[in-house]
């Protein structure tokens, strides 16, 4: 066995934070962990550490922050109704472009999951198909803030069988 000792992935998650985030050089980084400094380089470029990159999102952080801070300071001088009414609107539109888009996304995935169980199931039936399609236009409706065209399912569609619908969707998911 070589007197070399294994590092920890924990130790190397930390010496590649030192590089990117705080921009160490090699060797002190080599000092600091007690790690040859050829190990470390080895490391960096198979990995493809980007200080660079981190570099970027530390700046953005920072230009963010100040202008919030900036912000702030601006809403200091508002009345206090006005204030309220600012932050209410502000948290509204948070909400809707991020949390609550997220939300849909995953309910959506949720319903897909659902159906695709269903079909690979042979259980599938048109009010199952049906419900999917209305969650799907609501969640396409609540993302976009449009009316999307609603197509109700029939169980019976100008005499086609709801049963030879459910087995169109089979053979398509299956070939």
């Given at each position: 066995?070589s007197g ?10 930390a010496?590649?934070a030192d ?7 090699l060797?002190?980084l080599a ?5 040859n400094?050829?190990s ?10 980007n ?6 999102i ?7 922050i100040?202008?919030l ?25 948070l ?11 995953m ?11 269903k079909?690979?199931?042979?259980e599938?039936d048109?009010n ?11 969640n ?8 999307q ?9 100008a ?17």
């Amino acid at each position: 066995m070589s007197g070399r000792k294994r590092v920890d992935e924990k130790v190397w998650r930390a010496v590649r934070a030192d590089f990117e985030a705080h921009q160490q050089s090699l060797s002190e980084l080599a000092r600091r962990y007690n790690i040859n400094k050829s190990s470390i380089s080895r490391r960096a470029r198979k990995e493809g550490w980007n200080a660079e990159h981190a570099q970027r999102i530390i700046e953005k952080s920072v230009n963010v922050i100040k202008d919030l801070s900036e912000v702030r300071a601006q809403a200091q001088g508002l009345d206090a109704t006005l204030k309220a009414a600012v932050a209410e609107e502000v948290d509204q539109r948070l909400h809707i472009d991020g949390i609550f888009v997220n939300s849909l996304t995953m309910n959506q995935k949720l319903a897909n999951q659902l159906l695709q169980a269903k079909v690979e199931a042979g259980e599938l039936d048109m009010n199952e198909l049906d419900a999917h399609s209305k969650i799907t236009a609501r969640n396409r409706e609540a993302v976009s803030g449009k009316p999307q065209t609603q197509v109700n399912v029939q169980t019976n569609v100008a005499g086609t069988d709801a049963n030879a619908i459910i087995e169109e969707l089979r053979r398509k998911h299956d070939g």
